[in-house]
């Protein structure tokens, strides 16, 4: 014996298929922006910032040469001893060119540890996407298609009993519904988002 339905709200369907529309419209968007931020982040780290502190290490090894010269310039000389000015200059160069070296170290770290911890959260994103671009929408152009089927059956349905508006009092068999709604299927991706109606 073939199972039946008794469907009561075609608008429910609606209401939920809408819904699904705008969740799909908003998310896509979202994750693509997701994912761009991260390759932008990668960049940033492994070009501009790299190329910047390897350039201030270079600049400030080369500073603190010249303060080193002039310090031992100042020892080596018999006519004075060192001033005041030219050790704290060696010492500030000094500082200076191990924060840059320092900064350049942890940057390295930086770009090993964001592959590690970026790359499997990249992946749940891209599956993400993935669902969203094709399972949603092939869901919300299936949803369209019962919709209709239901909607065509509500207009032939005997009037039996009082109706209210959106419903459907009588039984209409699955197994037509499930052959209308496959025969009128779209065949590719671009039928399927047409007749979602999903940009």
Not at 148 to 170: K, R
């Amino acid at each position: 014996m073939p199972q039946k339905a008794h469907i009561t709200s075609v608008e429910a369907l609606e209401s939920f298929r809408s819904q699904l529309i705008v969740y799909v419209s908003k998310a896509r968007p979202t994750l693509e922006e997701v994912s761009a931020e991260v390759v932008r982040i990668r960049q940033w780290l492994e070009n501009e910032q790299r190329v910047h502190w390897e350039s201030q290490v270079r600049r400030r090894a080369k500073e603190l040469e010249q303060a080193q010269a002039a310090l031992f310039s100042a020892r080596l000389s018999n006519l004075r001893e060192e001033t005041a000015a030219e050790q704290m200059a060696f010492h500030r160069a000094k500082r200076a060119l191990e924060e840059a070296e320092g900064k350049l170290r942890t940057l390295k770290n930086w770009n090993r540890e964001f592959e590690n911890q970026s790359d499997p959260l990249v992946k749940q994103t891209e599956k993400l996407h993935t669902v969203l671009s094709n399972d949603m929408v092939q869901a919300v152009a299936y949803l369209t298609e019962a919709i209709n089927t239901l909607a065509a059956y509500q207009e032939i349905a005997p009037a039996a009993g009082p109706q209210t508006p959106g419903s459907v009092t009588g039984e209409v068999k699955t197994e037509e519904l499930a052959k209308s709604a496959v025969s009128n299927a779209p065949q590719s991706d671009t039928d399927t988002r047409k007749a979602a109606k999903i940009p």
